[in-house]
């Protein structure tokens, strides 16, 4: 048997987890205040996934750069080669918020999308 120490972002509380795991199969979890957690122990362990946020370069704009995030959770071995192709990217003002930024990031199917409005600068 081997033992992982976790801890718990089901909710705001924190906890400190102990899973138990055997056949690379979670048994048992302690630690956990509410349900959450032995939820959260099983998907770190199985298939750890992360939202990812971050910000990309905004031409003609300001601010001269948007956050971004991914809509959902990915995979959290995708997120170097997300935040790669997110290198290079460069908007054009203006940037809405919801705004895809990219379709399938890193073929996880998941959409990066803008969480910031930049208003386009005026050129006259």
Same mark, same amino acid.
């Given at each position: 048997?081997?033992?992982?120490?976790?801890?718990? @972002?089901?909710?705001?509380?924190?906890?400190?987890?102990?899973?138990?795991?055997?056949?690379?199969?979670?048994?048992?979890?302690?630690?956990?205040?509410?349900?959450?957690?032995?939820?959260? %122990?099983?998907?770190?362990?199985?298939?750890?996934?992360?939202?990812?946020?971050?910000?990309? =370069?905004?031409?003609?704009?300001?601010?001269?750069? %948007?956050?971004? &995030?991914?809509?959902?959770? @990915?995979?959290?071995?995708?997120?170097?080669?997300?935040? &790669?192709?997110?290198?290079?990217?460069?908007?054009?003002?203006? =940037?809405? @918020?919801?705004?895809? =930024?990219?379709?399938? =990031? %890193?073929?996880?199917?998941?959409?990066?999308?803008?969480?910031?409005?930049?208003?386009?600068?005026?050129?006259?």
């Amino acid at each position: 048997m081997e033992q992982k120490a976790l801890v718990c @972002i089901g909710c705001p509380l924190g906890c400190r987890l102990e899973v138990t795991i055997e056949n690379s199969e979670v048994l048992h979890v302690t630690g956990q205040s509410c349900k959450k957690g032995w939820a959260y %122990a099983f998907k770190e362990y199985t298939n750890p996934t992360r939202i990812l946020t971050t910000t990309v =370069v905004v031409e003609n704009g300001y601010p001269e750069v %948007a956050s971004v &995030k991914t809509e959902k959770d @990915i995979p959290k071995n995708k997120l170097f080669e997300c935040i &790669k192709e997110l290198k290079e990217v460069s908007l054009t003002a203006p =940037v809405h @918020i919801n705004d895809i =930024v990219i379709t399938n =990031v %890193a073929n996880t199917g998941v959409n990066v999308i803008a969480t910031t409005n930049c208003e386009a600068l005026d050129t006259k």
